[in-house]
T-cell receptor, first 114, second 111 residues
Framework: AQSVAQPEDQVNVAEGNPLTVKCTYS??????LFWYVQYPNRGLQFLLK??????LVKGSYGFEAEFNKSQTSFHLKKPSALVSDSALYFC????????????FGTGTRLKVLA | DGGITQSPKYLFRKEGQNVTLSCEQN?????MYWYRQDPGQGLRLIYY???????QKGDIAEGYSVSREKKESFPLTVTSAQKNPTAFYLC??????????FGPGTRLLVL
């Protein structure tokens, strides 16, 4: 069965420092991986995705993520955090192209301190 | 939030009442989804529809019903059988590509 784990409920980082939000997954086929961000009382906004190709994926707002097949991970990163990056971040996985179902992690709250 | 609208933003339900949440998209997407979000639990799939006049149950369909009579609309009814309906409800849609896009959400509260 598909699953996604976000091991940290909250990540704190100082403004200007690099940030990492962790995600590991489990699927039996090829994973399609996604990161979304959610601001309070809003819907989820798409940040980036990995389907195939280059393991380093660049997305919106300066975020990037690295797909690591051997570690089954897809960590979200940003070189220099902004206070405005403070939000709830979700990792999601879909198993290949044969299913319409997405599995979401429980979310990681990122707090960037000024 | 793109071309997906959800209404109302807040909805109040009385005991024993059925309520309907609206979801409309102008993205010409074939697939539409309903999720429930509770604190600390991420998103859980209620129902999804791959095409008009067809839909499938997700992981937590009990106490909910849907219809898909038009491509652009996928309303969700929270029935009186749903004993714990207080949550944030999110609608999403997807076309042939892999990315789901989400609406702004509806918060359902019980009076």
């Amino acid at each position: 069965a598909q699953s996604v784990a976000q091991p940290e409920d909250q990540v704190n980082v100082a403004e200007g420092n690099p940030l990492t939000v962790k995600c590991t997954y489990s699927v039996s086929g090829n994973p399609y991986l996604f990161w979304y961000v959610q601001y309070p009382n809003r819907g989820l906004q798409f940040l980036l995705k990995y389907i195939t190709g280059d393991n380093l994926v660049k997305g919106s707002y300066g975020f990037e993520a690295e797909f690591n097949k051997s570690q089954t991970s897809f960590h979200l990163k940003k070189p220099s955090a902004l206070v405005s990056d403070s939000a709830l971040y979700f990792c999601a996985v879909r198993e290949g192209s044969g299913t319409y179902k997405y599995i979401f992690g429980t979310g990681t709250r990122l707090k960037v301190l000024a | 939030d793109g071309g997906i609208t959800q209404s109302p933003k807040y909805l109040f339900r009385k005991e024993g009442q059925n309520v309907t949440l609206s979801c409309e998209q102008n993205l010409n997407h074939d697939a539409m989804y309903w999720y429930r979000q509770d604190p600390g639990q991420g998103l859980r799939l209620i129902y999804y529809s791959q095409i008009v006049n067809d839909f499938q149950k997700g992981d937590i369909a009990e106490g909910y019903s849907v219809s898909r009579e038009k491509k652009e609309s996928f309303p969700l009814t929270v029935t009186s059988a749903q004993k714990n309906p207080t949550a944030f409800y999110l609608c999403a849609s997807r076309q042939v590509g892999e990315t789901q896009y989400f609406g702004p959400g509806t918060r359902l509260l019980v009076l």
